[in-house]
């Protein structure tokens, strides 16, 4: 399964961006959905992520500002972001967990690769 991200930028701070990541492949269901980011010089963080059922879980940073919501049809995630802060700079990598469709249902874990967010004061 791959995963394609795209949606980062520069955006002034209290604008908005709207982050996008398409799972590709066949033969997987997906569990959930997500992001982490990763801020220069520190440890990735879990940002967001939204089960196949739509629950969603944000990190206390983010909430009521950021809305994850996933699309089932098209395997693919979106993270709206808005009143953006400087802090919300990093770099941005969606994930999925879902399980193949094989006789033991291997679960999988699998990552895009990041998209940079860049917020100015």
């Known amino acids: 399964v791959q995963l394609q991200a795209c949606g980062g930028g520069l955006v002034q701070a209290g604008g908005s961006l709207r982050l996008s990541c398409a799972a590709s492949?066949?033969?997987?269901?997906?569990?959930?959905m997500g992001w982490y980011r990763q801020a220069p010089g520190k440890q990735r963080e879990l940002v967001a992520f939204?089960?196949?059922?739509?629950?969603?879980n944000y990190a206390d940073s983010v909430k009521g500002r950021f809305t994850i919501s996933l699309d089932s049809a098209k395997n693919t995630v979106f993270l709206q972001m808005n009143a953006l802060k400087p802090e919300d700079t990093a770099v941005y990598y969606c994930?999925?967990?879902?399980?193949?469709?094989?006789?033991?249902?291997?679960?999988?874990?699998?990552w895009g690769q990041g998209t940079l967010v860049t917020v100015s004061s």
């Open positions: 492949g066949s033969g997987f269901s997906i569990h959930h």
């Open positions: 994930y999925v967990n879902g399980w193949y469709h094989s006789y033991n249902r291997e679960n999988f874990v699998s």
């Open positions: 939204v089960t196949s059922g739509g629950s969603t």
